[in-house]
């Protein structure tokens, strides 16, 4: 472990000190550096341009513009996203922005696009490649890429949410194109696999490991680029999340102190889920602690006040103030985050019985769900059962760094951390036991330091219950 920075080419930034250029000055140079490097890359360049995100700091925009820009320069390009719903939204998103593009929707023949993706004239949908080949860009899943066979492989693909994809995917797709923009969040959870994988640990072709970390591995020579700004995370969020999770990749918030208010129609009535809210509103965040005590995973009381929490930001009229405008926080701008299924059931169940819908199909819902559906998406207002509260033990699976990242930076205003009192204590007990693997990258920082980080922001918010 090294204690430098590896900045981008041309970057003002320097390690510990502000870029001296606007937010959206330097997104802007970024951006530019990053396509140039995609659309016209030097003679002699790698063949792969990484890119590393922070959450909010625009993936799906640069991903955008990069198809624009490579289909401008008389390109075809496939691009390659990891799960239905995030082809999908880029589907949307690319035909809005581009109508001039025509854009294949490569699916499995057994299901369909979304409505979304499929209400622009400018997108076919087909489960056979041979029909979408003369399309500027094709868009599928990588489970899907994997079984395309063409004598004729694309010149570019640009893989989204690439430390989402498992390096033996990326070796699955490889033989599809010659260049490649690869565009994740190296903060979010790593790729999941349900097999053991302690064989090929150290190992550089190791299956289970990131696609961009084994890229990275076997071609020293390319050097990641950087997006320097959160959009999504207001000013009281991106400093403790840039320090917390992105230690080597410090980002700043596109606005500034003060620019993102909540404002409530209905006065607290003095509960301590009113004062939790009224804190959040404040200072961004909340800490709603509940006392000290071993539970079940699916915490009655902790679920209970989850329910509580988001009846009352529905119920108190919130207004959300942006450099957008100004908003109502309807159900479809609150989500609820925790570690397992069950505890979104519960949680879902618990609304149900509020009144707080939670059902997208019958309308706007409040979104309920673990953090590894969470990855992604943005909302004002989140609401987060802490992995480890009323934990006996701290695991790997409740250290996870990435999934504390997920969980405490979906919002755009404000983040309300429902937990028991003693979390400290447990992380105080329950060092790391781990096995340490040779030639294996050490992830920092890791799940201890992390939690340690978000919790001693937090008890400077912490209303207890």
């Not at 550089?204 to 490991?209: E, K, V």
């Not at 309920?368 to 802490?386: C, F, K, M, P, S």
């Amino acid at each position: 472990m090294t204690d430098t920075m590896t900045l981008d080419p041309g970057s003002t930034a320097v390690p510990g000190k502000p870029s001296a250029l606007s937010p959206g000055a330097a997104a802007d140079a970024a951006v530019a550096r990053i396509l140039a490097a995609t659309v016209r890359p030097a003679p002699g360049a790698p063949r792969g341009v990484v890119v590393d995100s922070p959450p909010g700091a625009g993936k799906s925009t640069l991903v955008v513009k990069a198809a624009k820009e490579l289909v401008g320069a008389g390109e075809r390009l496939i691009i390659v996203a990891q799960t239905n719903s995030q082809v999908d939204d880029l589907v949307d998103r690319l035909a809005e922005k581009g109508p001039e593009l025509s854009i294949g929707r490569l699916h499995a023949s057994d299901s369909r696009p979304s409505p979304e993706a499929l209400r622009h004239g400018n997108v076919t949908p087909s489960d056979k490649v041979g029909t979408l080949l003369e399309h500027d860009v094709v868009i599928s899943t990588a489970a899907k890429w994997q079984w395309v066979k063409t004598e004729a492989p694309w010149r570019h693909a640009i893989v989204d949410e690439a430390y989402q994809m498992r390096s033996d995917a990326l070796l699955a797709v490889a033989r599809l194109f010659e260049r490649a923009l690869f565009v994740g969040d190296p903060g979010q959870l790593d790729p999941f696999t349900v097999v053991g994988t302690d064989q090929w640990a150290g190992l550089s072709y190791d299956p289970s490991s990131s696609a961009v970390v084994t890229l990275l591995a076997h071609n020293p020579e390319i050097e990641p680029h950087r997006l320097p700004v959160s959009w999504r995370l207001p000013a009281s969020a991106a400093p403790l999340i840039s320090s917390a999770f992105y230690p080597y990749a410090p980002f700043r918030s596109g606005t500034g102190s003060g620019e993102r208010r909540l404002t409530a129609a209905v006065a607290a009535d003095g509960s301590a889920f009113d004062a939790a809210i009224d804190e959040a509103a404040e200072s961004g965040w909340a800490l709603l602690e509940l006392p000290a005590r071993h539970t079940v995973r699916t915490d009655p009381q902790a679920v209970a006040a989850v329910g509580a929490t988001v009846r009352r930001l529905l119920e108190r009229g919130l207004t959300a103030h942006s450099e957008q405008g100004s908003t109502p926080l309807t159900p479809g701008r609150i989500a609820v985050g925790t570690a397992h299924r069950d505890q979104a059931s519960a949680v879902r169940t618990a609304l149900a019985g509020l009144g707080v819908p939670v059902d997208p199909a019958a309308g706007p819902a409040v979104t309920v769900d673990t953090a590894n559906r969470l990855q992604g998406r943005e909302y004002d207002v989140t609401v987060v059962l802490h992995p480890l509260s009323g934990r006996p033990d701290a695991t790997a699976f409740h250290l996870e760094t990435g999934r504390l990242c997920v969980l405490a930076s979906r919002h755009r205003h404000a983040c309300i951390v429902v937990a028991r009192a003693g979390i400290a204590e447990v992380l105080d007990e329950h060092p790391a036991t781990e096995p340490v693997q040779l030639g294996v990258t050490v992830k920092f920082p890791d799940g201890w330091e992390a939690n340690y980080r978000m919790l001693q922001h937090l008890e400077e918010h912490r209303v207890r219950l």
